[in-house]
């Protein structure tokens, strides 16, 4: 089957459930309030692209690859970036919901968090080196062997971090919100 390869496109109040996007390489090409819920991204390519206002929720993202993919204002609920493909995987997030997220055992080193609500997402094994979580609501979000070396927290709330099983060397945090590296002593910390 032939691949399609689509350069600097707008694709504008696009309902991809009812016409899928067609397989291939989208290249800094914009997403403006387009449905992709539910939608097969399996073996598509997108490269330097934006989704802005967009809802991809539930999207199967199987061998999806995302280089240099901006998404902001966007709803992503319960999407499995582990299952992309992982070569040049980078991107960042601006005001989205990603609850139920799992990014297990991906690299996201440098990754851009800024405004996002990330309640229940999975980063078991991440390595999330440097990365950005800029006023993030982390409630429910799993760390579990993973890398936040030299990451910056100081802004976000709701987490609950292990630091014994968690590598966080060099990782900034702010007050009061430090108090999620002690959940688990169940102690009782007055401000």
């Known amino acids: 089957m032939e691949q399609a390869y689509i350069e600097e496109q707008t694709f504008d109040k696009v309902d991809f459930s009812e016409k899928p996007l067609a397989r291939g390489d989208y290249e800094y090409c914009t997403f403006v309030h387009c449905n992709l819920t539910e939608v097969n991204l399996t073996d598509i390519n997108f490269l330097e ?12 993202l199987t061998n999806t690859a995302f280089r240099d993919v901006a998404f902001k204002d966007c709803k992503m609920l319960g999407l499995h970036f582990e299952r992309c493909n992982t070569f040049g995987l980078s991107f960042r997030f601006e005001d989205c919901t990603l609850n139920y997220a799992s990014f297990y055992q991906l690299k996201l080193k440098k990754t851009s968090f800024r405004s996002v609500q990330l309640q229940e997402a999975d980063f078991t094994e991440c390595d999330l080196t440097s990365a950005v979580f800029d006023n993030c609501d982390l409630i ?14 100081r802004t976000s709330f709701n987490y609950s971090i292990d630091p014994e099983t968690n590598r966080i060397k060099g990782a ?7 108090a999620g590296l002690l959940h688990k002593y169940d102690i009782d910390i007055a401000m």
């Open 49 to 60: 692209c934006t989704f802005t206002d967009c809802n991809l929720s539930m999207a199967n």
């Open 140 to 153: 429910g979000a799993i760390f579990s062997n993973t890398i936040l070396i030299k990451a910056s927290l």
């Open 172 to 178: 900034k945090f702010s007050w009061p919100a430090v």
